[in-house]
């Protein structure tokens, strides 16, 4: 049976438990990974990172969102009262909805039923995780309007074109992989990468090496992490937030990170399958009963450090450059790659050999290599910005003005000056 | 019946952050400071607004909003097409790249027309 008809069949009971067990893990893994992100950055900058609480500071965590729980909640004059309470809410929510389909682990037996492990899944299951990304942004945006504070408003702004943005760049990024696995439902495209099946990440590399930049684009990480960006807007949307309110801000970008991390691991890694060179072991018994949560996490694992590594690596974007690559880059390679995939798929399926597929690729290749270079340079843009000399109502001084030198004087000889300040005392050369 | 999990994992998600957001109205302390509830400026003393936010945005958010409706249909429609496109065989390759290239008009004009540029 296939993972759709086995969840279908869930009482109401299991599903909640379930659920239950969903959220556990995913605030687990938030706590966890704060601190596995402070230690890892502590680490690449030649510090040891927290390591007082708990063993290895493990407990750094959960005491920070217990001091953040004492903490006075402080509510500007002019935000907007029921929005500005929603908002924390409203991102921490939506945060946890796309993990709802996501495949933990394949059949198991839980509480005497057999059962799949994932919460939901549905013909339309990519979608939801894009729905529900998308819901994300509202906590954002209404945090920042909400406020009533110019760098918030900026912030926020900012957050929502560049979340949309990459948002195409991520949904464009599927489609190879819906192309091939057939289905939208997260079950399917798992089971199409296991069991002889290869992982998309090598298969479709253009499509993942996309979405892994475009999932930190689209959860305002480093080096994408304008919407926040210290030196320009303070703290970005949640400048105004104190308190549990900003530690819900701070879950939501938290869980919003393990929930694209999995989307990458369902969608590229092969899910919950055993890495393949393991897939074999024992007649396929690493691919059974619970081991397949195990292979998942160690995949969850691994995308999240990456997200912590490009944090400890990179210095920020700035925001043209940022959202030049968004929309000059990622989305005509993404659809010059759909169509070159579409076509070899379909000129497989319609029974053209290796052979020919090799000829017509090289042929296309060579044509387009011909156009690029047969076409005339464009004359080199100048960098120097226009800027308007005259015209307006100000004046404005020559651009090419140079300072001139300050002529030399000679010193004054021995000149009694009683009336010497602190100021000019300083000034060699007796300029003063 | 199938969305059922979904609202199950809504409910407690969303419970627990309106729970957070409201017992941190009861835990903390309160402290009246005048320049506490002040927008926040850098010490600045804020600027006064009308409304909030000032009620004005720069427009290039506007354009990049369109932007994304834009390009937002055309990825809702190759979905579909990406499901069933092994049984649409040699017409569905000649209908998508005429679909996608339609739409790179639209992409080329925009970004000659400067629509994609910051600064």
Redesign the interface.
């Given at each position: 049976m296939s993972a759709r008809e086995l969840?279908?069949n869930?009482p109401?009971w299991l599903?909640?438990v379930?659920?239950?067990l969903?959220?556990a893990l995913l605030l687990v893994i938030t706590i966890l990974l704060i601190w596995f992100e402070r230690r890892v950055l502590g680490r690449m900058q030649q510090r040891p990172g927290p390591n007082r609480v708990g063993p290895f500071g493990l407990l750094q965590t959960v005491a920070d969102a217990l001091k953040l729980?004492?903490?006075?909640?402080?509510?500007?004059?002019?935000?907007?009262n029921w929005v500005y309470?929603?908002a924390?809410?409203?991102?921490?929510?939506?945060?946890?909805?796309a993990?709802?389909?996501i495949p933990l682990g394949g059949q198991v037996n839980l509480f005497g039923y057999q059962t799949s492990l994932q919460?939901?899944?549905?013909p339309v299951s990519?979608?939801?995780v894009l729905a529900c990304s998308s819901v994300g942004v509202y906590g954002i945006v209404l945090g920042g309007?909400?406020?009533?504070?110019?760098?918030p408003?900026l912030g926020a702004?900012r957050s929502?074109?560049q979340v949309?943005?990459y948002?195409?760049a991520m949904?464009?990024s599927?489609?190879?992989v819906?192309?091939f696995a057939?289905?939208?439902s997260t079950g399917d495209i798992v089971d199409a990468q296991g069991q002889g099946g290869v992982w998309y990440a090598f298969l479709l590399p253009v499509s993942f090496v996309i979405y892994v930049i475009s999932m930190v684009g689209e959860t305002n990480r480093a080096p994408f992490d304008l919407a926040e960006a210290e030196s320009e807007l303070?703290g970005g949307y949640h400048?105004?937030y104190s308190?549990?309110?900003f530690?819900?801000f701070f879950?939501g970008e938290y869980v919003n990170m393990v929930t694209v991390s999995a989307v990458a691991t369902t969608l590229f890694l092969g899910g919950w399958h055993a890495p393949f060179w393991l897939g074999g072991v024992g007649g396929g018994v690493l691919n059974t009963g619970w081991w397949p949560l195990l292979w998942f996490l160690l995949k969850v694992v691994f995308m999240l450090f990456i997200f912590v590594w490009l944090r400890g690596a990179l210095p920020r974007m700035r925001?043209?450059q940022f959202?030049?690559l968004g929309?000059?880059v990622l989305?005509?390679v993404n659809?010059v790659w759909?169509?070159a995939v579409?076509?070899v798929?379909?000129m497989r399926?319609?029974g053209v050999g290796t052979a020919q597929l090799l000829t017509i690729i090289g042929i296309v290749v060579v044509v387009v290599l011909a156009i690029v270079l047969l076409l005339p340079n464009r004359p080199a843009a100048s960098d120097v910005e226009e800027v308007p000399v005259t015209g307006g109502d100000h004046p404005l001084p020559p651009l090419d003005l140079e300072v001139p030198k300050v002529p030399k004087r000679k010193p004054v000889a021995a000149a009694p000056a009683p009336e010497l300040s602190a100021e000019e005392e300083g000034v060699p050369d007796g300029r003063a | 019946m199938e969305y059922v999990p979904i609202l199950l994992l809504f409910v407690l998600g969303f419970g627990f952050a309106v729970f957070s957001v409201t017992i941190a109205e009861v835990t903390g302390p309160r402290r009246f400071n005048k320049a506490k509830q002040e927008g926040y400026e850098c010490g600045i003393e804020p600027s006064p607004q009308p409304v909030v936010g000032g009620g004005r945005m720069p427009v290039a958010y506007y354009l990049t909003a369109m932007l994304f409706i834009l390009f937002d249909i055309e990825m809702v429609f190759l979905y579909p097409f990406a499901v069933t496109a092994d049984a649409l065989g040699v017409f569905g390759l000649v209908e998508i790249v005429l679909f996608i290239a339609t739409v790179a008009f639209a992409y080329a004009y925009v970004w000659r027309r400067g629509g994609l540029d910051w600064n």
């Open positions: 969840i279908a869930d109401t599903s909640l379930k659920a239950v969903v959220f729980a004492f903490k006075e909640d402080i509510r500007p004059k002019l935000a907007d309470f929603l924390p809410a409203i991102s921490a929510g939506a945060a946890f909805l993990f709802s389909v919460l939901a899944d549905m990519l979608l939801v309007w909400s406020s009533g504070s110019p760098y408003l702004l929502a074109a949309i943005s948002e195409i949904g464009l599927f489609v190879a819906i192309l057939g289905s939208l303070i400048t105004e308190s549990i309110k530690a819900m879950l925001y043209d959202m030049k929309w000059k989305v005509p659809l759909i169509v579409v076509a798929r379909t399926n319609t | -």
